[in-house]
């Protein structure tokens, strides 16, 4: 019997090791992959205009680990995804530090490539993060959401998988 895809989630404090997530994923697939896609993202200034100094993460624990594994059901159910890691840092995070990752292994790169996207899209919408930022002066003021992150994640509303 065939071995279910899985997707490791972690929601943690500390820095994580992008080339280790890569090699974890494509030792899960045991050479089965024909493609991985990695996304990682840092913190930036949100404040046009003004220099972010730090972001500052909270989350729902609990919740936030089950939602990010429902969209990481979806995306397996959309694509042909053969396993998939998603680590998102909360706490206090410096500009410039490493802030979410996102990889996705499939045969066919086209899978891979929508089925990161779509983890992306959803977790910016649907995963329960709050954010505040700190800017250099000292300011601190809560990162709203943006509208254009809910017209992208809406794309997945009506787009067809991939044939890969």
Same mark, same amino acid.
């Given at each position: ?8 989630? &972690?929601?943690? #404090?500390?820095?994580?090791?992008? =080339? ?9 697939? %045991? +050479?089965? &992959? ?9 913190? !930036?200034?949100?404040?046009? +205009?003004?220099?972010? *100094? ?7 624990? +609990?919740?936030?680990? !089950?939602?990010?594994? &429902?969209?990481? *059901?979806? %995306?397996?159910? $959309? ?11 909360? +706490?206090?995070? @410096? !500009? ?5 990752? %996102?990889?996705? %292994? ?8 929508? @089925? ?9 919408? !649907? &995963? ?5 930022? #700190? ?13 254009? *992150? ?9 787009? $067809?998988?991939?044939? =890969?």
């Amino acid at each position: 019997m065939p071995e279910l895809p899985t997707c490791v989630i &972690a929601v943690q #404090t500390h820095d994580f090791d992008y =080339g280790a997530l890569y090699d974890e994923l494509r030792r899960s697939c %045991a +050479g089965q &992959a024909g493609a991985i896609v990695c996304f990682a993202g840092l913190v !930036r200034d949100f404040a046009p +205009g003004q220099d972010t *100094d730090s972001l500052y993460l909270e989350h729902y624990p +609990g919740m936030c680990e !089950r939602e990010l594994q &429902a969209i990481a *059901d979806e %995306a397996f159910q $959309r694509w042909a995804v053969q396993a998939c890691r998603i680590v998102h840092r909360v +706490g206090e995070l @410096a !500009r410039g530090d490493q802030i979410v990752f %996102a990889g996705v %292994a499939s045969a066919h790169r086209g899978d891979a490539f929508q @089925a990161a996207q779509f983890i992306m899209d959803a977790l910016k919408t !649907r &995963a329960p993060f709050w954010k505040r930022e #700190t800017l250099r002066s000292g300011e601190r003021l809560w990162v709203e959401a943006r509208d254009s *992150d809910q017209v992208q994640a809406q794309q997945w509303d009506t787009a $067809r998988p991939s044939a =890969g």
